[in-house]
């Protein structure tokens, strides 16, 4: 039974699905990034380009866990903003 929403019949098919969901939107975070998107902001924008914005702060936040996943794993390197 999942935390909302209908129940799941197919328990092993919608884990696979959801790995997969998650494997893509880190292709994503990863090929924006190459493309010198560097901001959460900048990756939520084009990530969810049409995101109602009552779920920004949702979007927000899967990116950021992407981006923490990536930097744990030393895919990505986190570079402090100078500011004067």
Excluded: F, W
């Excluded at 699905?17 to 939107?25: D, V, W």
């Amino acid at each position: 039974m999942p935390g909302h929403g209908p129940p799941i019949h197919e328990a092993e098919r919608k884990i696979k699905e959801l790995i997969a969901h998650r494997q893509e939107r880190e292709r994503q975070v990863l090929s924006c990034l190459r493309q010198g998107r560097r901001t959460v902001a900048r990756l939520v924008a084009e990530i969810y380009p049409e995101l109602d914005q009552r779920l920004l702060e949702l979007a927000r936040s899967k990116v950021q866990a992407h981006l923490r996943k990536l930097v744990r794993e030393n895919r990505v390197a986190v570079q402090a903003r100078n500011t004067p």
